[in-house]
Protein backbone atom coordinates (compact mmCIF):
# COMPACT_ATOMS: atom_id res chain seq x y z
CA UNK A 1 0.00 0.00 0.00
CA UNK A 2 1.49 3.39 -0.83
CA UNK A 3 0.87 6.40 1.39
CA UNK A 4 0.54 9.82 0.45
CA UNK A 5 1.47 13.17 2.51
CA UNK A 6 -1.15 14.65 1.55
CA UNK A 7 -4.58 16.06 3.40
CA UNK A 8 -6.28 15.15 0.87
CA UNK A 9 -7.81 11.39 1.10
CA UNK A 10 -9.20 9.28 -1.86
CA UNK A 11 -12.70 8.78 -2.15
CA UNK A 12 -12.52 5.03 -2.49
CA UNK A 13 -10.41 5.10 1.43
CA UNK A 14 -12.49 7.10 2.90
CA UNK A 15 -15.05 5.05 2.32
CA UNK A 16 -13.46 1.58 3.29
CA UNK A 17 -12.34 3.23 6.13
CA UNK A 18 -16.14 4.26 7.24
CA UNK A 19 -17.13 0.70 6.14
CA UNK A 20 -15.11 -1.12 8.53
CA UNK A 21 -15.41 1.90 11.44
CA UNK A 22 -19.50 0.88 11.13
CA UNK A 23 -18.61 -2.40 11.46
CA UNK A 24 -16.47 -2.33 14.74
CA UNK A 25 -19.11 -0.14 16.54
CA UNK A 26 -21.48 -2.53 15.46
CA UNK A 27 -19.52 -5.00 16.59
CA UNK A 28 -18.79 -3.60 19.94
CA UNK A 29 -22.03 -2.86 20.38
CA UNK A 30 -21.64 1.49 21.01
CA UNK A 31 -22.79 4.41 20.10
CA UNK A 32 -19.80 6.35 17.43
CA UNK A 33 -19.54 8.63 20.26
CA UNK A 34 -18.43 6.26 22.68
CA UNK A 35 -15.07 5.88 21.24
CA UNK A 36 -14.57 9.30 21.17
CA UNK A 37 -12.69 10.07 24.80
CA UNK A 38 -12.28 13.53 24.43
CA UNK A 39 -16.18 14.20 22.84
CA UNK A 40 -17.19 16.65 25.60
CA UNK A 41 -13.60 18.05 26.11
CA UNK A 42 -14.00 19.36 22.00
CA UNK A 43 -17.02 20.54 22.98
CA UNK A 44 -18.99 17.90 20.80
CA UNK A 45 -21.56 17.09 23.50
CA UNK A 46 -22.85 20.94 23.00
CA UNK A 47 -23.83 20.13 19.50
CA UNK A 48 -26.23 17.61 18.50
CA UNK A 49 -24.23 15.43 15.90
CA UNK A 50 -25.83 12.68 14.13
CA UNK A 51 -23.74 9.30 14.27
CA UNK A 52 -22.93 9.83 10.57
CA UNK A 53 -21.24 13.03 11.66
CA UNK A 54 -19.98 11.71 14.31
CA UNK A 55 -18.56 9.06 11.94
CA UNK A 56 -17.41 10.92 9.50
CA UNK A 57 -15.22 13.39 11.72
CA UNK A 58 -13.42 10.24 12.56
CA UNK A 59 -12.67 9.09 9.37
CA UNK A 60 -11.44 12.42 8.74
CA UNK A 61 -9.85 13.26 11.63
CA UNK A 62 -8.38 9.37 12.91
CA UNK A 63 -6.52 10.85 16.17
CA UNK A 64 -9.83 11.54 17.70
CA UNK A 65 -10.41 8.03 18.65
CA UNK A 66 -7.39 7.60 20.65
CA UNK A 67 -7.73 4.60 21.30
CA UNK A 68 -6.99 0.76 19.94
CA UNK A 69 -9.82 -1.25 18.90
CA UNK A 70 -8.85 -5.31 19.24
CA UNK A 71 -11.01 -7.13 17.11
CA UNK A 72 -10.19 -11.12 17.04
CA UNK A 73 -13.19 -12.03 15.15
CA UNK A 74 -16.68 -11.66 15.86
CA UNK A 75 -16.48 -9.26 18.49
CA UNK A 76 -14.50 -6.20 19.13
CA UNK A 77 -13.18 -4.15 22.13
CA UNK A 78 -11.62 -0.97 22.36
CA UNK A 79 -8.29 -1.54 24.00
CA UNK A 80 -8.18 1.13 27.02
CA UNK A 81 -8.68 0.04 29.31
CA UNK A 82 -6.55 -2.88 28.52
CA UNK A 83 -8.83 -5.58 30.93
CA UNK A 84 -11.09 -5.21 28.10
CA UNK A 85 -8.74 -6.91 25.67
CA UNK A 86 -7.66 -9.90 28.07
CA UNK A 87 -11.22 -10.40 29.08
CA UNK A 88 -11.92 -10.94 25.42
CA UNK A 89 -8.85 -13.17 24.79
CA UNK A 90 -9.38 -15.45 28.20
CA UNK A 91 -13.59 -15.46 26.20
CA UNK A 92 -11.64 -16.93 22.89
CA UNK A 93 -9.30 -19.60 25.24
Given at each position: ?????????????????????????????????????????????????????????????????????????E???????????????????
Open positions: MRVASSLRKPTITCNRLENKLRELIKKMGIKPRDLLPIYRELGLAKQDFSDDEIISLMVNYPDLIQRPIVEPGRAVMGRPVENVRNLLEEKS
